[in-house]
């Protein structure tokens, strides 16, 4: 049974459908957002794909409190919403307290719960009284049944446009793991889950200028695998020049490799669409 259709902007997801999400980690600048956005824009109508535009307004949980962490939420939402009126896609950032809701609301098509806040209560109920759509991240600490704990909180709002979004399991030390069996648990949720490759490939506890800090080249095999095992969408940052980019640098995929990716991913779907619920 293939998940709900969620209508986020001017697109929907689920529904057997397969979907992008895609965007630099953080917003640079306003060239830099409209640049990428009309990029992936390109890209995904040349494919066929339905786009949701990422990027944060503030990326609260970086290592060190001397890195870049974003333009913040005036600033942000600004771009965000120039990017959403000359490009005419829909846009998702992260929203991390209850007091940003109202303002992102405003902007945003999609509103994210992040994955090392995705326990918190009054985050998540916020975020579903907004009546915009929601992207939940799964946390690295959850395993796969525990999405369940935001789920319920947002849907308790009578709010069920949600999205689930698989990012990798903490694994000891240091380390993250994809286990295709979660993308299997997730989907008996019933709501849309999307493969975020570029975090999974990520190693916790690292900055964005250490060289060790991402596995960039387990993006195109994890991405396959992950649309095999059967997922609504990936969610993929990218970036024209990612080893200068201001946060993750390590681990985004390199803007000119984004249509390759997606090409690949969107024929691995078309094989496989129906079979995961067999």
Same mark, same amino acid.
């Given at each position: 049974?293939?998940?709900?259709?969620?209508?986020?902007?001017?697109?929907?997801?689920?529904?057997?459908?397969?979907?992008?999400?895609?965007?630099?980690?953080?917003?640079?600048?306003?060239?830099?957002?409209?640049?990428?956005?009309?990029?992936?824009?390109?890209?995904?109508?040349? $494919?066929? $794909?339905?786009?949701?535009?990422?990027?944060?307004?503030?990326?609260?949980?970086? %290592? %060190?409190?001397?890195?870049?962490?974003?333009?913040?939420?005036?600033?942000?939402?600004?771009?965000?919403?120039?990017?959403?009126?000359?490009?005419?896609?829909?846009?998702?950032?992260?929203?991390?307290?209850?007091? &940003?809701?109202?303002?992102?609301?405003?902007?945003?098509?999609?509103?994210?719960?992040?994955?090392?806040?995705?326990?918190?209560?009054?985050?998540?109920?916020?975020?579903?009284?907004?009546?915009?759509?929601?992207?939940?991240?799964?946390?690295?600490?959850?395993?796969? +049944?525990?999405?369940?704990?935001?789920?319920?909180?947002? +849907?308790?709002?009578?709010?069920?446009?949600?999205?689930?979004?698989?990012?990798?399991?903490?694994?000891?030390?240091?380390?993250?793991?994809?286990?295709?069996?979660?993308?299997?648990?997730?989907?008996?949720?019933?709501?849309?889950?999307?493969?975020?490759?570029?975090?999974?490939?990520?190693?916790?506890?690292?900055? %964005?200028?250490?060289?060790?800090?991402?596995?960039?080249?387990?993006?195109?095999?994890?991405?396959?695998?992950?649309?095999?095992?059967?997922?609504?969408?990936?969610?993929?940052?990218?970036?024209? +020049?990612?080893?200068?980019?201001?946060?993750?640098?390590?681990?985004? $995929?390199?803007?000119?490799?984004?249509? &390759?990716? $997606?090409?690949?991913?969107?024929?691995?779907? +078309?094989?496989?669409?129906?079979?995961?619920?067999?």
């Amino acid at each position: 049974m293939a998940a709900r259709e969620i209508q986020i902007g001017n697109v929907t997801v689920g529904g057997g459908k397969f979907a992008v999400i895609a965007g630099p980690c953080v917003i640079e600048s306003e060239e830099l957002a409209l640049a990428t956005a009309r990029h992936a824009a390109e890209v995904c109508a040349e $494919l066929g $794909l339905p786009l949701l535009y990422k990027s944060s307004y503030l990326k609260d949980n970086r %290592s %060190s409190h001397e890195t870049y962490q974003g333009t913040g939420p005036e600033e942000g939402l600004r771009i965000l919403a120039k990017v959403r009126e000359h490009v005419g896609v829909p846009v998702l950032s992260d929203v991390h307290t209850p007091a &940003e809701v109202p303002a992102a609301a405003e902007v945003l098509d999609c509103v994210q719960l992040p994955a090392y806040l995705s326990k918190q209560t009054q985050l998540a109920l916020a975020l579903g009284e907004a009546g915009k759509p929601v992207n939940v991240k799964k946390a690295q600490f959850f395993k796969p +049944e525990q999405i369940a704990v935001p789920l319920r909180k947002i +849907e308790s709002t009578g709010n069920r446009r949600i999205i689930v979004t698989e990012r990798g399991t903490a694994f000891g030390y240091g380390d993250l793991v994809f286990d295709p069996r979660s993308l299997v648990t997730l989907r008996r949720f019933g709501y849309p889950v999307f493969f975020d490759v570029t975090h999974v490939v990520r190693l916790p506890g690292t900055t %964005s200028d250490d060289p060790a800090g991402g596995l960039r080249d387990y993006i195109f095999p994890l991405a396959r695998a992950a649309v095999g095992a059967g997922v609504d969408g990936l969610f993929v940052e990218f970036h024209p +020049e990612p080893d200068r980019a201001l946060c993750d640098a390590t681990s985004m $995929l390199p803007q000119e490799r984004l249509s &390759e990716l $997606l090409a690949q991913c969107a024929e691995i779907h +078309e094989r496989v669409k129906g079979w995961a619920d067999k």
